[in-house]
């Protein structure tokens, strides 16, 4: 009994699938009441592509780009000596201040940890931004980026970063690419 309910079940899928495609061809087929010697006019509309998003050039392997100035200056500082200065935004309003500086674990770049906000330190949220992110104008720390835009940023995780070590050495000397000894 099982080999003929089987039988039957293959036979009427195989059917179906054979009805699908003949149903298909008679709905795509032109109509028979045209004449055999006319031809469906067929308009093709011609779409111009949509703007590209416009991009920074990449750099070929032989160029090589040269940090600004500003961005060198920091890079000789130790984290101790950015470690609670007040950063200011595009707007002149404070940013908040820099509680740490951290290097990512993953892309090995140097990170200043902004705190923002809170009461004496309760409360407050952090945010990681690049270290070439800020700029020094007349030894104050800037940010091209006003208060709303940094609270839109991710907030920082400390399991996504390292501390840069030893802290009173330049940051220009800290390798994220080093062991880290291992804790127990």
């Given at each position: 009994?099982?080999?003929?309910?089987?039988?039957?079940?293959?036979?009427?899928?195989?059917?179906?699938l054979v009805s699908a495609?003949?149903?298909?061809?008679?709905?795509?087929?032109?109509?028979?009441?045209?004449?055999?010697?006319?031809?469906?006019?067929?308009?093709?509309?011609?779409?111009?592509?949509?703007?590209?998003?416009?991009?920074?050039?990449?750099?070929?392997?032989?160029?090589?780009?040269?940090?600004?100035?500003?961005?060198?200056?920091?890079?000789?500082?130790?984290?101790?000596?950015?470690?609670?200065?007040?950063?200011?935004?595009?707007?002149?309003?404070?940013?908040?201040?820099?509680?740490?500086?951290?290097?990512?674990?993953?892309?090995?770049?140097?990170?200043?940890?902004?705190?923002?906000?809170?009461?004496?330190?309760?409360?407050?949220?952090?945010?990681?931004?690049?270290?070439?992110?800020?700029?020094?104008?007349?030894?104050?720390?800037?940010?091209?980026?006003?208060?709303?835009?940094?609270?839109?940023?991710?907030?920082?995780?400390?399991?996504?970063?390292?501390?840069?070590?030893?802290?009173?050495?330049?940051?220009?000397?800290?390798?994220?690419?080093?062991?880290?000894?291992?804790?127990?």
């Amino acid at each position: 009994m099982k080999m003929e309910y089987r039988q039957v079940v293959l036979a009427a899928a195989v059917s179906a699938l054979v009805s699908a495609q003949v149903w298909a061809a008679e709905e795509a087929a032109p109509s028979s009441t045209m004449d055999k010697g006319q031809s469906e006019t067929v308009v093709v509309e011609e779409a111009s592509p949509a703007p590209m998003p416009e991009t920074k050039p990449q750099l070929s392997d032989t160029q090589t780009t040269f940090a600004t100035p500003e961005v060198l200056m920091l890079y000789n500082q130790s984290p101790n000596e950015l470690v609670d200065r007040e950063v200011i935004g595009a707007d002149g309003e404070a940013l908040g201040s820099i509680s740490e500086i951290v290097g990512g674990r993953v892309s090995g770049r140097v990170y200043a940890v902004i705190s923002r906000g809170g009461i004496l330190g309760f409360g407050a949220s952090e945010y990681a931004v690049e270290l070439d992110e800020l700029n020094i104008v007349d030894d104050a720390l800037h940010m091209t980026i006003t208060g709303p835009e940094l609270e839109m940023r991710r907030e920082y995780v400390a399991d996504r970063y390292v501390p840069v070590t030893p802290a009173d050495h330049p940051i220009s000397e800290f390798s994220a690419f080093e062991a880290l000894p291992q804790q127990q």
